[in-house]
């Protein structure tokens, strides 16, 4: 799983790049980011937590955490439902 998790980190920054949004892989460069990140484990352990992406936008954050099995996709809706439809890349 771990070459497909890869895979997907390069076409998520190649994505980044292509839209001019710089951010930093693994972390963030950003104090209160961090520190927000040091009790943000996966699996609430209340350790460190590293998504794969994280940029700020004007005055938004995007964190991205990749997946690559589909069944650990979501999407959200507008009303804040979760749906198991994938987006998937034309």
Do not use: C
Not at 61 to 82: F, N, Y
Request: proline share 2%.
């Amino acid at each position: 799983m771990a070459k497909k998790e890869a895979k997907i980190d390069l076409w998520v920054a190649s994505q980044l790049d292509e839209f001019n949004i710089n951010y930093d892989p693994q972390g963030s460069e950003i104090l209160e980011i961090n520190e927000a990140l040091k009790t943000a484990s996966k699996r609430g352990t209340g350790k460190v937590g590293f998504p794969e992406f994280v940029a700020r936008i004007g005055e938004f954050v995007l964190v991205i955490e990749d997946k690559a099995d589909l069944s650990k996709h979501v999407k959200l809706t507008g009303g804040g439902e979760e749906s198991s439809t994938v987006i998937r890349k034309q």
